[in-house]
């Protein structure tokens, strides 16, 4: 068993390493890790002894990290820890990379617990962030930037950026619009194949197929059945009359691997620079095969520079997966180049219905023959819950109908329910926000007699099939297609004919979820459309255009930064006077509010009284952490009115049971509830519910 020892903050990790030469043991020392500068590093004190490893170690991560070692280290690429005996006292230093990195796998693997999916979350969402705290410090040590930097230069550099940024933006955006790519959407019961065009801001549903599949060829699933589902999708192509060869397909989520990772802080140089190391996946993802068995897809949500980290959205499929399906898609003579997965490109549909208020109070939920899980997107992170359903409960579910009282089918909606209510209570207990309503996709033909049972077991959260046909133009010759009664079973197709091949980096300027590729040859596509949209272009009107920009910029800034300075002669004493009375009412403000509140209280109180004063303390430790008041008045008696706003109707009984509890309180009761209906009352309850409590104290 490795037994790993954290210090330093957790940046540097000792551990137990045991060599072997021929199965046999030949050493057991302490060995030193970290991870600095998007590289693992590793060093073996060169002693069992763990006091004196310690000593040793840390020494070395000193020396790291203050950058002694930084010489030692350029001369030495290719050696990972390669140190002098200067350097650190009679350390052996590890010089062999690949051996680092099997160390670092058999130990990965030796501390798991048999529940490793459980034990992979943990990982995943429980980091130490304490590490990061000295990152940011150190990327300003090691940068290469020239001192005395002029603020002008700066403002120049900054402002040529925005202008590329905006640039990219534009052209991207342009070659998005330009694109035909064609969703295919493969499962074991059918194929359905669509393609949209945009118009103004309408989008319009030029071509749309739906091909019913056998299931007896397909009852080993689609991969295994390559061969008839490839003829299938020729023919569904055929009758769709869709010209493009290039579409958009997608993957089960249950053969891809999603996670939001939080990572320290990087630029996306050093990102790409750990990522091609593998030693950014390995060591925050830690996948129990090798990483060469995986596509893999990452796209940076968020960088929070207070905290020094920044949060990635991972990923990952088994190539023999992704090679399976795109097969499929070539053999019928068709281009892959979009894999997304299937939750997302519902969640992409779903963001085009844009009819739908308050979309971050949404949820999606598939239910199906197949696929069963919950998605909320929070912030561009996704939350993945996944239904767990025998095969006999989907065949229940499946065979269900409204006019036969089933009894197996109730208890397989009240299981499945438990396990949304579960889903939707941790999602709501992390983020503290409410999920209102539920849109349903299925491939289930009684999707509608079931909503029932469901309904009844989720009694305050709105349940609808989603319609993902509701806003977009359905030209005469595609309505009898698409005039059927679940048109759920569309919404993946849709969400794949969104979908463009972002060549540009388009999507990076909007949002993570959108821009998903599983192919492993997307580079090359890109590279490919690239070329193929530039040459579209006037290179001689495209250069004369950017060039007339570039001196019309620059005459402009150069006009811009001596108006500016003439503006900003006096700033320094402007911005003194400003910041003394900005100081000043900060201070008086502060003054008032005080002044106001006590007045407040001192009008519905008299201090004198011993009793009430009590009673008010009593009452103020009963308040629960979810509950708030908005008023209390005091009669000047034996009656307390409490009003206020609590999160859930639990929240207002425990407050109540607390009050009844205390020694000076004769006996409280709930007086009435409402929910806000104001415009100011909705701004501030934000879901909560309205109460008024009657206290009556003992006389």
Request: charge should be positive.
């Amino acid at each position: 068993m490795t037994n790993i020892i954290s210090t330093k903050d957790g940046r540097l990790h000792i551990y137990v390493r045991q060599d072997k030469y021929k199965g046999k043991l030949k050493s057991e020392n302490w060995v030193g890790r970290t991870f600095h500068n998007g590289k693992q590093k590793v060093i073996s004190s060169g002693t069992t002894n763990l006091e004196e490893a310690k000593i040793i170690l840390e020494k070395w991560y000193d020396d790291l990290i203050s950058g002694k070692l930084e010489e030692n280290l350029d001369n030495k690429e290719n050696n990972i820890n390669n140190f002098s005996e200067n350097d650190i006292s009679n350390p052996k230093s590890v010089e062999n990379e690949q051996e680092i990195k099997e160390n670092t796998k058999d130990e990965t693997i030796e501390t798991s617990t048999p529940n490793v999916e459980e034990e992979k979350k943990k990982k995943l969402f429980n980091i130490d962030l304490s590490a990061l705290k000295n990152l940011s410090s150190l990327k300003d040590k090691f940068s290469f930037k020239k001192k005395g930097t002029n603020i002008e230069g700066v403002e120049k550099k900054k402002s040529l950026s925005n202008f590329k940024k905006l640039f990219s933006e534009k052209i991207s955006k342009a070659n998005v619009a330009g694109e035909e790519i064609a969703g295919v959407d493969i499962s074991e019961e059918s194929i359905k194949i669509a393609q949209l065009s945009k118009k103004d801001s309408d989008w319009i549903l030029e071509k749309i197929s739906l091909r019913l599949l056998d299931k007896n060829k397909t009852a080993d699933g689609i991969i295994n059945s390559k061969d008839y589902v490839s003829d299938e999708l020729k023919l569904a192509m055929d009758n769709s009359k869709i010209a493009t060869t290039n579409v958009a397909i997608s993957i089960p989520v249950t053969s891809a691997i999603i996670r939001v990772v939080t990572s320290p802080l990087m630029s996306d140089e050093e990102l790409q620079k750990a990522i091609e190391t593998d030693s950014l996946w390995e060591n925050l993802v830690q996948l129990t095969d090798d990483l060469n068995e995986y596509s893999i897809f990452h796209q940076v949500i968020s960088r929070n520079n207070k905290t020094n980290t920044m949060e990635i959205l991972f990923v990952a499929s088994k190539l023999s997966d992704v090679n399976s399906y795109s097969s499929i898609v070539k053999k019928a003579g068709l281009n892959p180049v979009i894999m997304d997965v299937k939750c997302f490109t519902l969640k992409n549909a779903f963001d085009n219905t844009l009819k739908i208020e308050n979309k971050a109070n949404n949820a999606l939920l598939e239910i199906g023959a197949e696929d069963n899980y919950l998605i909320i997107v929070h912030d561009n992170i996704p939350i993945i819950t996944d239904i767990f359903l025998r095969p006999n409960e989907k065949e229940i579910l499946s065979q269900h109908s409204a006019n036969i009282n089933n009894t197996d089918t109730e208890s397989v909606v009240r299981r499945y329910s438990m396990q949304l209510k579960q889903a939707l209570s941790d999602y709501e207990s992390k983020y503290t926000s409410k999920i209102n309503n539920i849109k349903i996709v299925s491939n289930l033909n009684n999707i509608e007699e079931l909503i029932p049972l469901f309904r009844k077991n989720l009694l305050n959260t709105g349940l609808q099939v989603f319609d993902p046909l509701n806003e977009i133009k359905v030209p005469e010759y595609n309505k009898e297609k698409t005039d059927i009664k679940n048109r759920s079973i569309y919404t993946s197709v849709l969400g794949l004919a969104y979908r463009k091949l972002d060549v540009f980096g388009y999507y990076k300027f909007v949002t993570a979820v959108k821009n998903i590729n599983l192919l492993p040859n997307r580079d090359a596509l890109k590279r490919q459309t690239k070329m193929k949209f530039l040459s579209g272009f006037a290179v001689k009107g495209l250069v004369g255009g950017i060039a007339a920009l570039y001196i019309f910029l620059i005459g402009f800034s150069f006009f811009q930064i001596n108006s500016n300075k003439n503006k900003l002669v006096n700033e320094n004493n402007i911005q003194q006077e400003f910041n003394l009375i900005t100081a000043e009412h900060k201070k008086a403000s502060k003054i008032a509010n005080d002044m106001e509140k006590a007045l407040k209280l001192g009008s519905m109180v008299n201090s004198n009284q011993t009793i009430s004063y009590r009673a008010l303390a009593q009452i103020t430790r009963s308040v629960p952490q979810r509950v708030q008041f908005t008023n209390l008045n005091y009669n000047g008696t034996s009656e307390i009115i409490i009003t206020g706003l609590a999160f859930s109707d639990q929240d207002i009984i425990n407050f109540i049971s607390n009050l009844n509890g205390k020694d000076l309180i004769d006996q409280a009761s709930l007086k009435a509830m409402n929910v806000p209906t104001g415009q100011d009352d909705l701004q501030s309850a934000n879901n909560k519910k309205g109460f008024t409590i009657l206290c009556k104290l003992k006389t």
